[in-house]
């Protein structure tokens, strides 16, 4: 009883810990969230003004104590983290008095379109690419998708997406330059037209994200299947006579596959990462492009609650991964 009490106490104990350390490392992220903004140089109530007043003193201070700009740092920083515990992200400085929320819900979806869509499909081709290189070692195939994936891995997202812009969408016109659905057509659209259209101009921003993460899923998926095929009970597998394909399909994949769950939910906020620029590059009405829209008019609010969705959605995935992983391998423990 003794045992089984100290077990579930460490667990408990893990729990905690964990928990404890996702808070702190959110923590850490939204005080950078809100520094990084007000480094940035300027002011965006003199911005404003100086769009829609001809840059008049009185206007511009009337906008600074209506955006809660008049305030010390540490009292903007104060407000700031207790509305974000509310679940109130404030109000967009260049679309006021639209909600952050607002224009956040309008854009997460795009986004999570051609992050979710491009991972899946990302993983799936990896696992496939993986197993054959590791069962092929020392093969032409191995030796070229190897080779392959570690040029291609070290190539950022925007590279790659400015190359098959420019391939496919303004050299050969197969596919639209950006966007993500035909400008003016919308309403002309059928619910099965709309769908088509929604893939079509989604399938370049895809494959740019695909392009870049396969590469490095692969090689995690080959070095897994080599790793398996040195232990033991592979070797007493083969010892027995089992078929090859037995040996690969009861023993060798299930605990190749295993690391690649963590993988997969620690990617996702890398992927996010790689959306954002490869939404700039396409034009892409996501996270994203409202990131770098709210960049260049010194929008606050919007900066921080994008930012803010990205770093709690990264810390809860990661957390995620932690607390589900000893369920799928009963190996790991936690302690």
Known sequence: MKVGLNLRSIKATYFVRRILSAIFTLWIALTINFLLPRMMGGNPADLIASQSALGSLEYAQKLKVEFGLDKSLLQQYLLYFSNFFQGNLGI????????????????????????????????????????????KKGSFFERITVGVSFYVQSTPYFFVGMIILMLFGFTLGWFPM??????????DLGPFQKVGAIAY?????????????????????????????SEDYITL???????????????ALRNAMLPSFTGLMLSLGSAIGGAIA????????????????????????????CFSIIALSVVSLNLIADFTYPFIDPRVTLS
Do not use: C
């Open 178 to 187: 950006g966007h993500a659905l035909p400008p003016g057509m919308v309403g």
């Open 237 to 251: 597998a083969q010892a027995k006579g089992l078929r090859r394909s037995t040996i690969l399909r009861k023993y």
């Open 92 to 135: 967009s400085f260049s679309t006021f008095p639209v909600p952050v929320w607002q224009i956040i819900t309008n854009a997460i979806p795009w986004t999570l379109l051609i992050v979710i869509t491009s991972t899946i499909i990302s993983f799936l081709i990896a696992w496939v690419l993986g197993t054959l290189a590791a069962l």
């Open 278 to 305: 490869t939404e700039m590059i396409y034009s892409y009405p996501g996270i994203g492009l409202t990131i770098m829209n709210a960049i260049l008019s010194h929008d606050y609010p919007l900066i921080q609650g």
């Open 201 to 229: 101009h989604a399938f370049l921003p895809v494959l740019s994200l695909i392009v870049v993460s396969l590469a490095g899923r692969m090689v995690m998926m080959r070095s897994n299947v080599l790793q398996v095929f």
